[in-house]
Structures are given as C-alpha cells and as structure tokens.
C-alpha cells in the first residue's frame, strides 16, 4: 500500500517522474507491490485481493513429521509463486490448519471453507482423515487436494465418483512397488512376516503385499502377521515374536517416527542378520534412520520423491538445497504431494482463465485438473480423468555408501503408477490377478 | 522355544520396569494423601522429554558418550522438584470429591501436554542411536540389549531401596503410620503438611525417572503421558490400590502379558489386559496385595 502512495506521489509531479518513479520501484521495491499490483490490474476479471489456499497438515504425534514436511514444501511453493508474481497475479496466502483426529479436521475443513472461505483446500494424509474429509468435500462443494489420505477400499466406498475431492495415489502402490522390488531382488524367500500398523493403510498394504507378491512367487507364505497401533514405541515383544517365527523377510508399512524406533530396536537385537526387510514407507522419515541401525541391503520406498535421485531435475536440487539451508533436514515425499497439488492447483486456474476471461470458479479450476499434468519435485506428475494423481515411485536396496549418516538407496528403482496403482475403473485384486 | 520364552519374559520385565517406576509413584501418592494422581502420566512424559534434552546437550558439550545415563538420571531426578509445586496445587481437591480430584489431575494432564508441546514441539524427539552404545549380550539363544537389563536393573534396585526405605527407615514408617491412619499420625505429632509434599516429590521423580529411562529405546511422542495412564491404571488395579508390592507384581503381570500377548494372539494385546483387570475387580476387588474395603 504504501507503493500506491508512492505512485500517486509520482503522478502529481510529472508524468515523466512517474514512468522513472515505477521504474525505481519495480528495482527498489522487491518482491511484493507495485509489479505485482500493475500485473493484477493489467488481467481483466482477477481481482487483486490475495487469493487464500487452505492447508489441512498435522501438527502433532507420531505424524508430526511427515505434516511439516508437507507444510514445508507447501511453503516454498508459495514464496517462488509469490516471488514470480502470484498466480494470475494474486498474491497466494496460506491458512494453514491442523489434522488431527478425523471429526476435529473435519471442523477445521468446514471452517476453512465456509468462515475463511478458501479457493482451494491442499492438505491430508491420515487414511481415517481422508475418509471423512471427502463426502464433506464434495456436499460442502469445495475443492480439496489430498495429499495422502487415501487407500482402495474406503475410498470405493465413500467416494466413488469426486467431483470436488482429488484424490492422492492409491496408497497400495507402495506394497505393490515393494513385492515387485521383493521377487527382484530376494526370488528366493519362501516364509513372510508383517508388521503394519492396525488400521486401514496397514491392513491394506499388508493384502496387496501379500497378493502381489503371490503373482511372482506363489509359494510364500506368510508365518506371522503383527499389528501394533500407530504410535506405539515399544516393540521389544513383536521383535520377540517375529525372531521366533523366523521368517525370510519381514515387511512393514511404517511410515512415520514408528520406523525409526522400530530399527533401533531391532538393531539392538540383530534382528536383520537372520531375515531381509522390506520398508514399503520407511523413506517417509529417510534421514532420521542412521546407519549406525539401519543395516545395508533392506528394501526402502520413498514414495514419490526421492532427494538423492541421480536424474533430480534443477527444480529437485534447488529445494533440496534450500531445505537442507533452512531446516537442517533432507526433504521427505511429503514435500512434493503438497508441493503437487499446489501447482497443479495454479495451472488449472490459468487454464482456466484462458477459457473464462475471469478469475474461475471452483467447478471450473476442478474440470481442467482433470487430466493436468505439471513439472513437480520429483519430475512429471499428473491427476488422472478420475481424479486420482499419477507420479513416479522411488524404491531400491539401503545402502551406506554416501557422505551422510543416514542410509540411502542404491540402485533406485524408478515405478511408474501406471505399473504400480489400478487403472480407471477396475478393482484391485482383480487387476493384480491379471497380471501377465 | 526356550530361547522364546526369555525373550519373551526379557521383553515384559523391561516394559514392567518402568511402568513399575510410574506405579509405585502412583501408590505411594495414594497411599499417604489418597489421591489417585493421574498426572503420573504427565510426569513420565516430562521425564522423556527433559531427558531427551539434558542427553543432546551432555553430547553437545563434547562429554563422553557412554556417561550419557549420567544425564538421563539427572534429569530425572532434578525434575522432582515441580512435586511441590504440584502438590500445592492439589491441596484444593484433597478432601474433596474423588471424582473431582480425577478430574483435577486429568485436567493437569492435559495441560501438561500442551506445556510440552509449547516447549519441545510437536515431532517426536529421540537419543538417536545412544540405546546401542553399551552393545548387546547373547547367551542361551537370546539376544538382549545391554541398556535393557541396565533398566531393568535399575527398577529392581529401586524397589528394593523402596521396600528398604518403607520397612527401616523413620521416613519410611512415617509414610506407613500416615498411610495406615492420618488423624492418630498427626495427633502423634506427625507434620502431615511436611510428609504431603515430601511423599508427593518422591513420587513425581519415580515418574519422572521411568520417562527419562526408557526414551532412549523409543523417542518422545506427545500421547505419551495419556497411554501410559491406561497402563497405569491396569498395574494399581491388579496390585492393589496404595499397594509397593501390588505396584511391583502388578507391574509384572501387565508386563509380561502384554508380551505374550502379542507373541500369541496380537489382537488381543489391550483386550487380555482389561480382561484380567475385569477378572481381579470382580474376584478380588481389592486386588493382590491391597486392603479389603472395610
């Protein structure tokens, strides 16, 4: 505002002055103001008012850092959109909410939606949050972009047919991913085991794991199946229970802080020199699973965004550095669901725009999601016709050859969801039963 | 199926450890001022958490990374000394209503929880691989971390100074005569207000103790404190309200079944539990090793 003042100042002395004045500004001024004010102005239809993006991350528990992590690429998004102008030339503003239990988020969602009135809602990762957040989505009529949230069967049920909600990839993708990884590297295993948390996302990648692996080496079996509840930090009984089933390969879905806990605990034990691992989520806490327990040769997803990937895009290295720069940390995939979402959020506005001559409503910007596809994080990434995203998944064999002191991946396994989820209108245990 | 077993028994003992630790800091805050302290769980967690800390900066100033129990048990300990301040706050609900004095204490609890949040954050907070430092032991089969049997050693060295303090000591009969009967204690010439906070302060550092013991085998999480009360709740219900021996087989018990539990029949971990706790309130209300109610 006071750049407005500044111009007014200009144009009551000369209109030359004002030509030097905006040009002193547009160098002087910076990021935010007057180029972006004159910008606004010059599209017919945008408004100049800040266009407000809700984020729905979890702020606390075992999640914990998984929601920063989504934050925090949500956050970057936003200062190199702002940066470069905004989209349409709104500056974007984040209001950024907590998920928490499912009936609490879906409180804030409301709010967000009917008190704050938000254009678009980027958030969500819990599987029972996913669950109750879609049917609001789509009574309250407000796009939502969820950035996990979301696995095959609830799903079906509850959201057959979005037209508001964008669904994240199936979540079974990385159990598929991992038996996939499983027949490669280890076709000799004859006994499993699981150790997935006791709720939807465990008991599903624990089933698709089991069914898929089933296509390669029908037969395995599985010796022992555990199921603590998320957040739970002693796992000193089920490490009993699984050395005394000796399996070939334990397979775990653990995605948050309940990785890192159960690695030291099965370090202190040795429990990986007698059996081989599969970490189907582990990569969502990557840099927190030190090499001094977590041993060489264990299968570990990341998910759709791997930090240290050889083929990491400009884009990739610069907000692994300024990551790194800001937080002491290396990114998680997190970063790039939300990352995601956001800008497929901004290239559908602007498509868009191009068809309405003004700023879109939210029916409109939720038609030409569908089927939009943007350079992300982590490379290419798209929403299916059906609203749900198709990205890249990064799996491969740990390793502790690299200069930090947590594992990373080597070889790197590159999946495309087109291999790894189900295609449009087709049921899970179907299709992996018409695998060739 | 040997070597099972003693991992089994290995894995509840070390679990029974520290809800031992929480347990008989329960007790003895019932025993002598009759309140049922939900806030243990509080405590336990602030343990954790201040362990974390007083450990990273232990490292930080370059100290001797095998000392680092050194720290833990300092934090540990020094963090009895919000029991008086606690305790003063309790003196609003001692005569009062039980149902009143639970949710009292649980309102600390939940105030507690975001005083930690406010202070640490919300991410879960760890020791990092310090657990593995003192290495492991293997004989018969079973492999066992070091730093476990240091646990486990510690609660049963603690309950022995406890037994020992309760039986020998002047303090300890005190404790005993205050417990048995307040108003010939204090006609006795007993100074109750002195005893309140003193056994109020041991008990906050008995859980303060258990939380800093065991973090460096998990890491801090912020439903900590609220998980371990359910737990709590089950060991003084099966020992025996105001009950050190109860706190002690109590313990055992919920330890070691929970271990074998999810050795045998994983889903029903919590459900045995509450089933046993079901069974001793029915049988034997007063349970193992308390007073019947006259």
Redesign the interface.
Same mark, same amino acid.
Request: proline letters at 3%.
């Given at each position: 505002m006071g750049d407005d003042e500044k111009g007014k100042q200009a144009m009551q002395t000369t209109r030359r002055d004002l030509l030097k004045g905006v040009g002193a500004m547009a160098v002087g001024g910076g990021l935010l103001g007057m180029p972006a004010v004159l910008r606004a102005q010059a599209r017919t239809g945008v408004p100049a008012a800040p266009v407000k993006i809700g984020i729905l991350a979890i702020? =606390?528990?075992?999640g914990?850092?998984v929601g &920063?992590a989504g934050l925090r690429g949500a956050e970057w998004w936003t200062a190199r959109v702002n940066a470069a102008g905004g989209i349409l030339g709104r500056q974007v503003e984040l209001v950024v909410e907590e998920e928490s239990s499912p009936k609490e988020t879906v409180e804030r969602f409301r709010k967000l939606a009917l008190q704050t009135k938000v254009e678009v809602i980027s958030g969500g990762i819990s599987t029972a949050v996913g669950l109750a957040l879609g049917p609001v989505a789509e009574e309250l009529a407000m796009l939502w972009l969820s950035w996990d949230a979301t696995t095959q069967k609830g799903v079906e049920e509850t959201m057959p047919t979005p037209q508001w909600s964008f669904r994240s990839v199936d979540n079974e993708a990385e159990a598929i991913g991992g038996a996939i990884l499983t027949a490669k590297h280890f076709p000799e295993m004859k006994t499993i085991a699981g150790l997935n948390n006791d709720y939807s996302y465990g008991r599903d990648c624990w089933d698709a794991f089991q069914a898929a692996l089933k296509h390669f080496l029908p037969d395995v079996k599985p010796v022992l199946?555990?199921?603590p509840k998320l957040?739970v930090?002693?796992f000193?009984?089920? *490490? &009993?229970?699984i050395?005394?089933a000796k399996p070939d390969l334990l397979m775990t879905s653990f995605w948050s802080?309940d990785t890192? *806990?159960f690695l030291?605990?099965a370090?202190?034990?040795?429990l990986f020199n007698t059996m081989k691992g599969c970490f189907t989520t582990g990569g969502g806490v990557h840099d =927190?699973l030190?090499k =001094?327990?977590t041993p060489e040769g264990l299968i570990l997803g990341y998910n759709s965004m791997y930090f240290h990937d050889a083929q990491a895009s400009p884009l990739l290295k610069a907000f692994v550095r300024d990551y790194r720069a800001k937080y002491n940390e290396y990114p998680p995939y997190e970063c790039d669901h939300a990352y995601f979402t956001l800008e497929a959020y901004k290239a559908a506005v602007e498509k868009a725009y191009q068809a309405a001559n003004e700023w879109p409503t939210q029916a409109q910007v939720a038609k030409a999601l569908e089927g939009m596809e943007v350079e992300s994080l982590s490379g290419t990434r798209s929403y299916r016709e059906d609203h749900i995203m198709m990205c890249n998944f990064f799996q491969g064999i740990t390793t502790h050859k690299n200069d930090f002191d947590f594992v990373t991946i080597d070889p790197v396994e590159v999946l495309p969801t087109t291999r790894i989820t189900k295609p449009p209108g087709s049921k899970l245990y179907d299709w992996i039963r018409s695998w060739t | 199926m040997l070597t099972h077993a003693i991992n089994i028994l290995l894995s509840g003992i070390f679990h029974a450890a520290i809800l031992f630790l929480v347990a008989a800091g329960l007790q003895l805050v019932f025993g002598v001022q009759r309140i049922f302290n939900l806030a243990c769980g509080s405590f336990y967690a602030l343990g954790a958490y201040t362990g974390v800390s007083a450990v990273n900066a232990f490292i930080r100033l370059g100290l001797p990374h095998e000392l680092f129990l050194l720290a833990l048990i300092g934090a540990g300990v020094c963090l009895a000394l919000i029991g008086p301040l606690i305790e003063w706050l309790l003196r609003f609900v001692y005569e009062r209503d039980e149902a009143l004095q639970l949710l009292f204490t649980f309102a600390l609890v939940l105030m507690f929880e975001d005083i930690i949040r406010l202070i640490w954050g919300p991410s879960p907070l760890s020791t990092g691989s310090l657990y593995l430092i003192y290495g492991q032991v293997t004989a018969l089969g079973v492999t066992v971390p070091v730093y476990n049997l240091i646990v486990i050693a510690a609660g049963l060295v603690i309950a022995l100074l406890m037994g020992a303090m309760l039986a020998r000591t002047r303090f300890g009969r005190i404790i005993r005569a205050t417990a048995e009967n307040r108003e010939m204690s204090a006609a006795m010439g007993v100074n109750l207000r002195a005893v309140y906070v003193k056994v109020f302060t041991l008990g906050t550092m008995l859980g303060t103790l258990g939380g800093a013991l065991v973090i460096p085998a998990t890491a801090t999480m912020s439903e900590m404190g609220i998980e371990l009360i359910v737990e709590a709740f089950a060991v003084v219900v099966i020992g025996g309200l105001g009950s050190m021996r109860g706190a002690l087989v109590g313990a055992l018990v919920v330890g070691i079944l929970r271990a074998v539990a999810i050795s045998t029949y994983p889903e029903l971990e919590m459900v045995l539990m509450y089933l046993i706790v079901i069974g001793v309130l029915v049988l034997r209300p007063q349970g193992l090793f308390g007073e019947p109610a006259v």
């Open positions: 702020q =606390s528990g075992v914990a850092p &920063a199946d555990l199921w957040g930090t002693d000193t009984a089920h *490490i &009993a229970a050395q005394q802080a890192t *806990i030291k605990q370090a202190a034990v040795g =927190s030190k =001094s327990f | -």
